[in-house]
């Protein structure tokens, strides 16, 4: 009984009481993910733990608490200085404009010393709060005038200018589709939705003509006719989709992709490591590795669903949403499904930034399924604890 | 009332909640589906794909096949060429600096053997296009020092290596050039006519002449192959299979080096000739030499442009093997064909001629050699002198198409068929053949000069030593030949066949040998100066001294001019075919000395020499040719000696 009515108040809540209450499976479940990714990381490097799959642990490790730490601050913590973390990434997103060290082409890095911080990544983390905390606040009636909805569209317009800036088209396209799906969720109206749409029909041509470049319009060629450059652009789709193909159902075995290891898949180890995972598992593993992601997205909105109050409500889908379009994006990306856009598949892929959004997105995730059965008044009242 | 605001907010929350899993949903069964079009109904199809990326067929060049003399010298081996190259990868650890450390490393190397600035920016020019690591050939042919002064600096060059590959190397080469040939790179016509990948190797040579064109299919052997598996860079990461070819088989020559070489020598005084030495039973040339010559190691390294240009403008055609591609009038060697063509048709060989000097012919008058004439004669007579008048009226008699008949038995005006490429067939007329060809009839004066082997007729050296040989081996169709063996197209050798007989009547061949013998033996004889005086060694034969200008009329009136009178090239072919010893012959030879003059005083003396070279160099010294084994040592034996 105490345990229940710790449950419905904060206060009464202890350390111990949150750790019970964390959804220790889930966190399993992202273990595993984790494991496979190290395996394949280990393939990538031709059997080696270095370079990759040993500083993917380590990170793995390190994020692991901030993980754990994340969830057991309390809910309404986040939703107090949820403004305050998005004005910080704002202004690290622009630094990054500013003096970001240029990789791969394109400003994206921050350098800071040890390892490399992408600020796009802890924005859209910071977009989906400062959405949350504004939507709280919204009554359905509020969401309905258009006038009401000026201030998240700024939230949402501003980062996306700076990532778009970058350019990082990919990211951008990420952040407006979460940011999409809160405001879907937080109850604005459809006909806005399609007014929209049918607006960014119309600019498409018109991006494309003037804003985008090269390299952007050459993705998207190459996907529409990937057999056109074959060695050029196409290059990278074909031999994804050699490699894949050739895995056949039961795929070529634990090292044994020769299509990976022979150097002819690009960036094996980053996004492009679910071809080398599908040319060694086959049909098998790919299905496998979709169904543990499920799991997590299934959790996601089941502890959505479960939250009694609206900002975690809208936090734990946008967390969700994102963690999906990483997964969904990259598969679709390297199976032909859509243009290589450079999105890491999660938890798999090697590279810091991508996990710490994703294992932060956790933590808050977590965070939310925690503190499940706090009120919280559109008015905050009470919000400090 | 706040509570009930959020019950809506929930609702709507939990309705869209729902559009969007399943939204989801949706998008995973679409990955799901694509997973399935992929690896699954499109597997095979990849997998395909996939073993054509990774899988590269190497092609392992056989070893080309050995050339031997009759005695195992080696004539054309492979010799060891060790090339030093370089790979750029290795020069440096950094890509940016490579191009500099490549340099580093030439400069260095250029202390050690002579870069010219050419090879140089051909090196640098190669790296910048090539992967990396794909080798670069600095230079080829090294000396052993310079090999070793690399090996010995190898830590102070990164990127070098020395790498063994085969090239070609010809003995005794200048001597072989003509029937051996060379080998070269592979011409464009040569690709599109087979298949053979080999030939698109960029190092790959194929046999440019003689013996190396003719078996070029026997000496170049089957490849090999090699699967490996490289990467996407193209680096090789191992090897699958490997299947190793044959490598080419080895051809023992008819030829002796000892006597090619006495007969080059012999014949090299002289600005253009040819000689050939050939065994009368079985048709094995001993001797085939042709002057002027050239060095045929010199197109296997790579013949320089002015080098090529002087041997294909020299006027004495030093690329032509003249013995059988050389065109020559026989002049009165062609008489023998003549006289067996008359007694064939039944005239007594007995039955004299008078020779007054000339035959008139209605309006045109005939002149014999000889200014005075021969008297009567008859035909071992004519032979022994070579009377012109005696021949003019077998022709009257027998007429040109009978004669070109009998002379195509005997290997004149046709292909011999020898194993040589490039050979002539060379001309005996036939009146169809003038009317064909020139579109005027026949005119019986033609017959005549045809008869003395004048006018149209064209033979080889090599046709005349086998006319020779057919008419004193007993009437057998032998057909000369390089090689002791023939060759199917996969490599494996079959012995060739045993010549037929000619049908020729023995009483013919017998009247005509006389005259031959009688050419050296009777004091009369146009060779008799030149005779060999030892028993054992008697020769016969026929000279022939075949005129290149026409002497008008006027001449004739005044004095026929000497040829050392004249200018070179207005000099007479001179011609000499001859067989040893006179009682059965073994080997029979054919000399021509181009404007050399007289044959008797030119040819004859060089066929003298080399018959005698030749049978001394008989292993067995023994007359009777069914008794003589051939000592052809095995392919074994000269492994072992090498």
Not at chain 2, 110 to 115: A, D, K, R, S, T
Not at chain 2, 193 to 211: A, H, M, Q
Not at chain 2, 230 to 256: H, P, Q, W
Request: hydrophobic fraction near 45%; charged fraction near 20%.
């Amino acid at each position: 009984m105490t345990y229940e009515l710790a449950l419905f108040d904060q206060k009464k809540m202890t350390i111990a009481d949150k750790l019970r209450q964390f959804p220790w499976s889930i966190y399993f479940t992202i273990c595993i993910l984790a494991c496979i990714g190290f395996a394949m990381l280990y393939s990538a490097a031709n059997g080696s733990i270095d370079p990759y799959a040993s500083r993917q642990m380590i990170r793995f490790a390190i994020l692991s608490v901030g993980l754990l730490a994340i969830a057991l601050f309390d809910l309404r913590f986040w939703l107090k200085y949820a403004y305050l973390f998005y004005f910080l990434a704002l202004v690290l997103l622009i630094a990054v404009a500013v003096m970001g060290s240029t990789g791969g082409g394109a400003q994206r890095w921050l350098d800071l010393g040890v390892f490399q911080l992408q600020p796009s990544e802890i924005m859209k983390l910071a977009t989906i709060l400062a959405l949350a905390r504004f939507f709280h606040g919204a009554s359905y009636e509020d969401v309905g005038r258009l006038r009401y909805l000026l201030p998240p569209i700024a939230l949402i317009a501003l980062p996306s200018f700076f990532i778009m800036r970058q350019p990082d088209l990919g990211t951008t396209l990420m952040l407006l589709a979460v940011s999409g799906a809160m405001m879907f969720l937080a109850g604005v109206r459809i006909w806005m939705f399609v007014a929209v749409i049918i607006t960014v029909a119309a600019a498409v041509p018109i991006a494309w003509e003037f804003y985008m470049r090269d390299y952007q319009k050459d993705r998207v060629l190459t996907f529409l006719d990937p057999g056109n450059d074959p060695l050029g652009a196409g290059y990278h789709i074909i031999q994804s989709k050699i490699a894949l193909g050739s895995g056949g159902i039961f795929g070529k075995g634990f090292m044994e992709g020769t299509q990976s290891h022979l150097n002819f898949l690009p960036e094996k180890q980053t996004d492009f490591i679910f071809t080398m995972l599908a040319e060694e598992f086959g049909l098998i593993g790919g299905i496998i590795l979709l169904c543990l992601y499920t799991i997590i997205f299934i959790y996601g909105f089941y502890a959505s669903y479960r939250c009694r109050n609206q900002f975690g409500r809208l936090v734990g889908l946008g967390i969700t949403v994102n963690f999906f379009l990483y997964v969904f994006i990259n598969i679709a990306m390297v199976i032909g499904l859509i243009p290589v856009v450079g999105v890491p598949l999660p938890l798999i892929s090697f590279g810091g930034s991508a996990m710490l959004t994703v294992l932060a997105g956790f933590g808050l995730l977590f965070c939310v399924s925690i503190h499940r059965e706090i009120r919280i008044s559109r008015n905050m009242i009470g919000i400090d604890p | 009332m706040e509570e009930a605001r959020d019950q809506s907010r929930f609702k709507i929350f939990t309705r869209r909640a729902m559009v969007l899993g399943g939204f989801k949903a949706t998008l995973l069964t679409a990955l799901l589906g694509r997973l399935y079009y992929l690896q699954v109904m499109k597997a095979e199809q990849y997998s395909n794909m996939a073993d054509e990326n990774r899988i590269n067929l190497r092609l392992l060049p056989p070893p080309r096949g050995r050339i031997y003399d009759r005695n195992g010298e080696p004539i054309a081996l492979n010799r060891k060429n060790y090339r030093v190259v370089v790979i750029p990868e290795q020069t440096s650890h950094t890509a940016s600096k490579r191009s500099m450390a490549l340099k580093q490393t030439l400069d260095k190397l250029g202390f050690i053997l002579p870069i010219s600035d050419r090879d140089r920016r051909r090196v640098m020019k190669q790296a910048k296009h090539n992967r990396s690591f794909v080798p670069i050939t600095v230079k080829e042919n090294l000396t052993w020092q310079q090999v070793s002064q690399i090996e010995v600096n190898s830590l102070d060059l990164p990127g070098v290596t020395i790498d063994v590959g085969l090239t070609r190397r010809y003995y005794n080469a200048s001597v072989f050039a003509h029937s051996i040939g060379y080998v070269g790179k592979v011409s464009a016509a040569e690709t599109n006519s087979s298949n053979d990948p080999l030939l698109e190797l960029p190092d790959f040579r194929v046999g440019k002449g003689g013996v190396e064109r003719k078996h070029e299919l026997a000496l170049r052997g089957k490849s090999g192959s090699s699967q490996v598996e490289v990467n996407a860079y193209g680096r090789i990461k191992r090897e699958l299979s490997r299947v190793e070819g044959k490598r080419g088989a080895d051809i023992f020559l008819t030829l002796d080096v000892v006597l090619q070489k006495y007969a080059m020598e012999r014949i090299a005084a002289h600005r253009s000739a040819a000689a050939v030495v050939m065994d009368v039973h079985h048709g094995d040339v001993l001797a085939m030499a042709s002057t002027p010559s050239f060095d045929p190691n010199h197109f296997v390294e790579g013949l320089s442009v002015a080098q090529w240009e002087k041997l294909r403008d020299n006027p004495h055609a030093p690329l032509t093997n003249k013995a059988v591609a050389g065109l020559y009038a026989p002049g009165s060697v062609f008489k023998m064909a003549t006289a067996l063509a008359a007694l064939q048709k039944g005239i007594h060989p007995h039955a004299k001629i008078y020779c007054g000097g000339y035959m008139d012919v209605y309006d045109d008058r005939f002149h014999c050699w000889r200014r005075g004439g021969h008297g009567k004669l008859a035909l071992r007579h004519a032979l022994a002198q070579s009377c012109d008048v005696y021949f003019y009226d077998m022709a009257l008699r027998v007429g040109i198409d009978y004669i070109a008949e009998v002379a195509a038995k005997l290997g004149l005006g046709v292909s011999l068929g020898m194993d040589l490429p490039n050979e002539a067939s060379g001309v005996v007329p036939t009146k169809e053949w003038k009317l064909e060809k020139l579109g005027r009839p026949w005119r019986v004066g033609e017959s005549l000069i045809a008869a003395i082997g004048q006018g149209y007729v064209l033979s080889t050296p090599l046709q005349l030593c086998t006319m020779l040989s057919r008419l004193v081996n007993g009437g057998k169709a032998v057909v000369p030949h390089v090689a002791s063996k023939r060759f199917h197209d996969d490599g494996r050798a079959y012995d060739l066949p045993e010549a037929e007989s000619l049908g020729l009547d023995d009483k013919h061949l017998r009247y005509i040998k006389q005259g031959m013998d009688m050419v050296m033996s009777h004091p009369k004889g146009t060779a008799h100066a030149h005779r060999i005086e030892d028993e054992d060694y008697e020769m016969g034969g026929k000279t022939g001294t075949a005129q290149v200008r026409t002497i008008s009329k006027a001449e004739r009136r005044r004095r026929v001019l000497k040829n050392e009178e004249l200018p070179w090239k207005y000099r007479d072919h001179a011609l000499f075919a001859g067989y040893a010893p006179t009682d059965r012959p073994r080997y029979t030879v054919s000399v021509i000395v181009e404007h050399g003059g007289s044959g008797s005083k030119v040819a004859a003396p060089i066929a003298r020499d080399l018959l005698m070279a030749t049978m001394k160099r008989d292993p067995l010294r023994q007359r009777n040719p069914e008794n003589v084994a051939r000592a052809m040592p095995t392919a074994d034996d000269i492994e072992e000696k090498l």
